[in-house]
């Protein structure tokens, strides 16, 4: 929690510096997919990866990347009762490389999305869920796509419908020689 707080403080004030290189988003996601799974086959949550059979080459700081996604998959977790799942997809459009991450978990109020990725936003659903959070996760992830040049955005349906972030980050166009 405190290294949260101080990472979004310090995105905030421009402090933080990307470590970049270019990489294969493939390798970034399948191992912090890796570090993840046991959490969330303890919470009896099914995980899916989802790979493209061409690598994805951003500049990016791999650090950065996984702290990213492990806080998508760390929400995911949290938010989904057992029984559920979780999707994580990485694909290539238009000069974007795409990471989604969707859950069949508790959801968010459409009306609610935006601001959930402000620092300290949480939803209204059930304390229990929420507790031992401050609401930091999202603002984080959002400073450091950001920094990266890139958007995050969250779709969903509604309550107990689950919910999708996409993260878009800029192409680069091949690996490095
Ligand atoms: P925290 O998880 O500490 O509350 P976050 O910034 O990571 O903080 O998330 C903010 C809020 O967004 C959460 O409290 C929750 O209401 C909502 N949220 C985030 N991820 C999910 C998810 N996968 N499913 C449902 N709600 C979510």
Do not use: Y
């Amino acid at each position: 929690l405190v290294d949260d707080l101080l990472d979004v403080t310090r995105i905030s004030r421009g402090k933080v510096e990307l470590q970049r290189t270019r990489l294969d988003v493939r390798d970034g996601v399948r191992k912090t997919c890796d570090d993840h799974h046991a959490l969330l086959e303890r919470s009896g949550i099914e995980m899916r990866l989802d790979l493209p059979f061409s690598p994805v080459w951003v500049d990016g700081d791999p650090t950065r990347m996984s702290q990213v996604l492990g806080n998508l998959l760390h929400n995911a977790a949290k938010f989904t009762d057992a029984g559920g799942r979780v999707v994580v997809e990485v694909s290539s459009r238009d000069g974007w490389a795409e990471i989604a991450v969707r859950d069949s978990g508790a959801g968010i109020e459409p009306d609610d999305v935006e601001r959930m990725f402000e620092a300290f936003a949480q939803g209204e659903q059930n304390l229990a869920r929420t507790a031992g959070g401050l609401g930091l996760g999202l603002a984080l992830v959002k400073g450091l796509v950001e920094l990266h040049g890139g958007t995050v955005r969250a779709r969903s349906e509604g309550r107990g419908r689950g919910c999708e972030f996409l993260v878009s980050l800029p192409a680069a166009a091949r690996g490095q020689e």
